[in-house]
């Protein structure tokens, strides 16, 4: 995988340990100009995920006991988009939350993504990278 995001997403990311945890949000984050979109993520949540290690640490959206050396997800700027890699393996409901923050969807009601087809797609492809 390191291979990959470096060739297609020009990013150092590679596969980090694989684990549950209670992961908080990154609050260094928030005050980065252009990540206010998630001050309203939950502030907790525990997730058994695959983390990603060599991330930025502003792209570091939720971090472990240990800081931003790893995290279970990650959001970062690629040529005029994003990249985001979440790395939640059972699809937790604040993990919906995240997916809409991420995309630019937190507006939309929450039966379109409990009863829709977006959450269908997210959960099938809940290891994968989204481009938003």
Not at 35 to 45: A, I, Q, T
Not at 67 to 80: D, L
Not at 81 to 109: A, S
Request: glycine letters at 10%.
């Amino acid at each position: 995988m390191r291979s990959y995001f470096s060739h297609e997403w020009s990013l150092s990311w590679e596969m980090g340990s694989y684990h549950r945890e209670v992961f908080s949000v990154n609050q260094w984050i928030l005050s980065v100009e252009g990540r206010e979109r998630f001050s309203g993520l939950p502030s907790s949540y525990s997730m058994k995920d695959v983390q990603i290690k060599g991330a930025d640490q502003k792209d570091s959206i939720y971090v472990g006991h240990g800081g931003a050396t790893e995290s279970p997800i990650v959001f970062s700027k690629s040529g005029n988009g994003y990249v985001g890699w979440i790395g939640d393996v059972n699809t937790e409901d604040e993990t919906i939350q995240v997916v809409k923050v991420m995309c630019g969807f937190d507006d939309l009601g929450e039966s379109y993504w409990r009863e829709g087809y977006v959450v269908d797609v997210f959960c099938r492809w809940r290891q994968d990278l989204y481009l938003c």
